[in-house]
Nanobody, 125 residues
């Protein structure tokens, strides 16, 4: 199995930065493709960013392009989400997720077999 543990969430003022981490343990060979999702109260869980193991395939939702950066440190089995210029609308619970292979539906929650417990990010105005 695969275990994912997020950390780094918290309260930050608008315009500030925050870095999330997702530590991977277990059968890491099953985490070729990983993503960050977020879910605000009363809304669906949506993809924020996703990356292949090598970083050669990276995707961002339009609303975070130029502000967020996804990266992976394979030596540490850790994925990161560097979030800059945060906005109140970025407030949500952030989840990391993993799947074994790349998928054309990488944006869909249904495509990911492994999930972390989530970490709260709150951006105050």
């Amino acid at each position: 199995q695969v275990q994912l543990v997020e950390s780094g969430g918290g309260l930050v003022q608008a315009g500030g930065p925050l870095r999330l981490s997702c530590a991977v343990s277990g059968r890491t060979s099953r985490t070729y493709f990983m993503g960050w999702f977020r879910q605000a109260p009363g809304k669906e869980r949506d993809l924020v960013a996703a990356s292949s193991r090598s970083g050669s395939d990276v995707y961002y939702v339009d609303s975070v392009k130029g502000r967020f950066t996804i990266s992976r440190d394979n030596a540490k089995d850790t994925m990161y989400l560097q979030m800059n210029r945060l906005k109140p609308e970025d407030t949500a619970v952030y989840y990391c997720a993993a799947r074994r292979f790349w998928s054309t539906k990488y944006y869909s929650v249904d495509e990911y077999a492994y999930w972390g417990q989530g970490t709260q990010v709150t951006v105050s105005s």
